[in-house]
């Protein structure tokens, strides 16, 4: 075994001083007399799956202003951007929130505090995004203070702390920002989590502890566009199974990750994102091998060095897409499609993909809070051939909480599910229920059983803090049963006692004084939605869907595809608004049965109206086949239209092309036709449409 990682020390001695820092500056935020701090420059960020009530409504006054988040955690900035929107919509749901936020514009305070304990049957099921925790954990705890010396200068000490069987303590939360809203650094023990979702993100979560990162990026968007950035660099835990010259070499791998983003209209952002574990013990990790793998394939030059392997990083990719929708009842819809490396080393096309949509209604009925979400993803997930211990953590995968329940180096593809639904009673008092569903590939041979989980959460707001019950019950991946129940206090009801004077801020301190960072219709330079339309399509749809086996012979490139003729009848759903005189921009999900169901995202949904009764269309997402195993890729195309052909009923016909829909041939059925030396196989089509659509 090799020796360890020479700045292994160096990390331990940096640990020790931010466990000490934690301390000490806990210490500073009870008994320094404070003074209010202004919102602009360095900006402090929310709790990230610690504090469920106050995310919650933060996440509300982000959809009602039409502000999509696409990572997380959420600034502080990006919030009060978003209030004085939200706050023409639901007054008493800006009141609250603004009373949460006052506590982050002391000079020193504490900004959050939990604690719970817990009873619950033995089971080592990890709790979804609680940073490790396991099922039989009695009791966990987190906390952070922060000081501010002056403006762009942040000082955060934080941790997340549990007991039991897999005890730990974390300096989760414990930070030095450093910048403004254009180009903020924070170095120490940050979150990450590179999806608009709220359930699961696929590249990274909070799953896993934090790891020691520096990470630069803006708290404000940039530019008419939007533009938005995040770039970091992280220390994983150490491992001995990391490949290199025919054997085995140990340290700690690192992680980087890329997030570019742009919001081109109000309400709506798209962003791509990618991580790439490098390096750990005698592996080659220079910024400049880093800096040549970001968008190349990932190799490294053949020497004698390289005999295991020639691949310089491990690379997860995806493309990320949210559009809020304003009207009488407000909703957000959000898509992430992602790939753990590139397809035949095509770089917009992805190999083992994933997956996941889901819709957020804020105001349901006016009263209900309601969360749906569901991901799908192939095999491979957080393993490698080279990084034997995966994009974990200590044992925890870094992604979707969905693939900690299963054998690890069993990497089988699965789907899952969440539906959420929060109310609050007439007293005050906060219900949450939610119930996720587990569902491994049946080809994995692991004798998996359906995992479920129902939590029920019973929360009372008071004064500073809210206390309540939560009861988790379910069934894990094997079967076996679970039963936990905890209670908890948490500081997130109230403004610990602050002047009112402290909280007479203003919004636009934020971002430079400019309002609402151009998201939503406030913006001088997009002009305001003039309509919310929902329709309904039905008709009938066919073509040839064609099935590419692969190859790397020139023999087999030449192949042709087999094609066969298809016919569905056409069912969709979507969303669309007006976002300026003759141009619409929505959402929507088409449903055809090509022998097999294919589900088609459309991330972006483009009609332009020429007159009265004319529209030309261009659309483009993700598409999902079942095949033996699902198929997912690309589809796009465009269409024309006949508005009002009867009464309230628009006449369309669409052409509609999948591209490289890709499974790989993992089922006994599958090998004979593996023998070209290609594990992957793909769909291809050409899908023509015809269709009614009804708009309400």
């Not at 200068?153 to 934080?158: E, K, T």
């Not at 690379?315 to 949210?322: G, H, K, Q």
């Not at 019973?458 to 809210?466: E, F, N």
Request: proline letters at 5%; glycine letters at 12%.
């Amino acid at each position: 075994m090799h020796p360890p990682a020479p700045h292994t020390g160096v990390m331990r001695a940096l640990r020790a001083v931010i466990v000490a820092a934690t301390l000490v500056l806990a210490g500073l935020a009870g008994l320094v007399a404070s003074q209010p701090a202004r919102a602009s420059g360095a900006s402090p960020y929310l709790p990230l799956n610690l504090s469920p009530e106050i995310e919650r409504k933060v996440e509300q006054v982000l959809i009602l202003a039409g502000a999509p988040v696409m990572t997380r955690p959420v600034p502080v900035a990006r919030v009060l951007a978003a209030l004085p929107a939200a706050c023409e919509r639901d007054e008493v749901l800006c009141t609250q929130v603004r009373h949460y936020l006052d506590r982050y514009f002391r000079t020193a305070t504490v900004t959050h505090a939990s604690v719970e304990v817990a009873a619950a049957n033995h089971s080592r099921a990890a709790l979804p995004n609680a940073h490790g925790e396991r099922v039989d954990a009695p009791v966990d705890a987190s906390a952070v203070a922060s000081y501010r010396p002056f403006e762009h200068l942040l000082l955060s000490a934080g941790a997340v702390a549990y007991g039991g069987t897999d005890a730990r303590f974390d300096p989760d939360g414990t930070l030095l920002s450093f910048g403004n809203e254009y180009m903020q650094l924070d170095a120490g023990y940050r979150d990450q989590w590179l999806s608009p979702s709220t359930d699961s993100s696929m590249l990274i979560s909070t799953q896993a502890p934090a790891m020691p990162s520096v990470t630069l990026s803006n708290q404000k968007l940039i530019g008419r566009a939007g533009f938005e950035y995040q770039v970091f660099v992280a220390q994983m835990s150490r491992s001995a199974r990391i490949t290199w010259n025919g054997g085995y070499t140990t340290g700690h791998p690192r992680l980087a990750g890329l997030h570019l983003g742009i919001t081109p209209v109000a309400g709506w952002a798209i962003a791509g994102n990618a991580l790439y574990q490098y390096g750990g013990g005698a592996r080659p990790s220079s910024f400049g091998g880093l800096f040549g793998s970001l968008f190349r394939r990932t190799t490294l030059a053949n020497n004698s060095n390289s005999a295991t392997d020639s691949r310089f990083a491990n690379r997860d990719i995806s493309i990320t897409s949210s559009y809020t929708f304003p009207g009488k009842t407000p909703l957000e819809t959000y898509v992430e499609y992602a790939g753990r490396d590139s397809f035949h080393g095509e770089l917009y096309r992805f190999h083992q993909t994933a997956l996941t949509a889901g819709v957020h209604i804020p105001e349901l009925f006016g009263r209900f809070d309601l969360t749906l979400e569901a991901s799908e993803w192939q095999n491979g997930w957080y393993t490698d051939y080279v990084w034997q211990d995966g994009m974990t953590v200590d044992g925890d995968v870094i992604g979707h909480w969905g693939a900690s329940w299963r054998n690890f180096d069993n990497a089988a593809g699965a789907h899952s599910a969440m539906a959420q639904l929060g109310f609050t009673l007439r007293s005050g008092d906060l219900v949450n229920l939610r119930y996720r569903m587990l569902d491994n590939a049946g080809y994995a041979n692991a004798n998996y059983s359906l995992a479920q989980m129902l939590s029920l959460e019973y929360a009372q707001p008071r004064d500073g803090y809210t206390r309540g019950l939560t009861l988790d019950a379910g069934r894990d991946e094997f079967g076996a049963g679970f039963v936990r129940l905890a209670a908890f206090v948490r500081l997130d009801g109230g403004d610990q006692g602050m002047d009112e004077d402290a909280s007479a801020y203003d919004a636009s301190d934020a971002n430079g004084g400019e309002g609402d960072q151009g998201t939503t219709a406030d913006d001088p330079g997009v002009r305001a939605p003039r309509g919310l339309e929902r329709f309904v399509d039905l008709g009938a749809s066919g073509g040839k869907l064609g099935l590419d086996l692969g190859g790397f012979s020139a023999a087999s490139e030449a192949a042709v595809p087999r094609y066969r003729s298809v016919a569905s009848p056409h069912l969709g759903v979507g969303l669309r608004r007006a976002v300026s005189a003759h141009t619409d921009l929505g959402v929507r999900v088409e449903l055809d049965d090509f022998d097999g169901l294919m589900v088609a995202l459309r991330i972006l949904d483009l009609r332009y109206r020429v007159g009265e009764h004319f529209a030309l269309g261009a659309f483009g997402g993700f598409a999902r086949y079942s095949g033996p195993t699902p198929a997912q890729g690309y589809y796009g195309g465009f269409g024309l239209q006949w508005r009002g052909v009867m009464g309230h009923w628009d006449l369309s016909l669409d052409d509609r092309f999948f591209n490289a829909l890709q499974r790989d041939k993992v089922l006994p059925s599958d090998q004979a036709a593996a023998s070209n030396g290609d594990p992957v196989e793909w769909y291809l089509m050409q899908a023509p449409s015809l269709y009614l659509s009804h708009a309400f």
